[in-house]
Nanobody
Framework: QVQLVESGGGLVQPGGSLRLSCAAS????????MSWYRQAPEKERELVAS????????NYADSVKGRFTISRDNAKNTVYLQMNSLKPEDTAVYYC????????WGQGTQVTVSS
């Protein structure tokens, strides 16, 4: 049974930082590309950042470039999203995604950026 479990969300002030983690189990982690998506209230889910199976390639949404960094530790079956200089518009539920020939999703973790 595949599980993706996100953690690290919470309430943070504008300009602050958070680090999200997604621990994967039940799959051969180092064969999967991993991504972070987010969904704000009344908005569609959007891709935030993705990383290749080896970690050599990453890409980011324009809205987070220079502020967010995606990384992975294949030894720990975990992918991370370091979020710096957070803005109120970053408020959303953040989801972990794994894809190879099939796709898996985590349950999401809430990030709220507010003073």
């Amino acid at each position: 049974q595949v599980q993706l479990v996100e953690s690290g969300g919470g309430l943070v002030q504008p300009g602050g930082s958070l680090r999200l983690s997604c621990a994967a189990s039940g799959l051969t982690f180092n064969r999967y590309a991993m991504s972070w998506y987010r969904q704000a209230p009344e908005k569609e889910r959007e891709l935030v950042a993705s990383i290749s199976s080896t970690g050599e390639s990453t890409n980011y949404a324009d809205s987070v470039k220079g502020r967010f960094t995606i990384s992975r530790d294949n030894a720990k079956n975990t992918v991370y999203l370091q979020m710096n200089s957070l803005k109120p518009e970053d408020t959303a539920v953040y989801y972990c995604n794994a894809v190879r020939y099939v796709e898996y999703w985590g349950q999401g973790t809430q990030v709220t950026v507010s003073s």
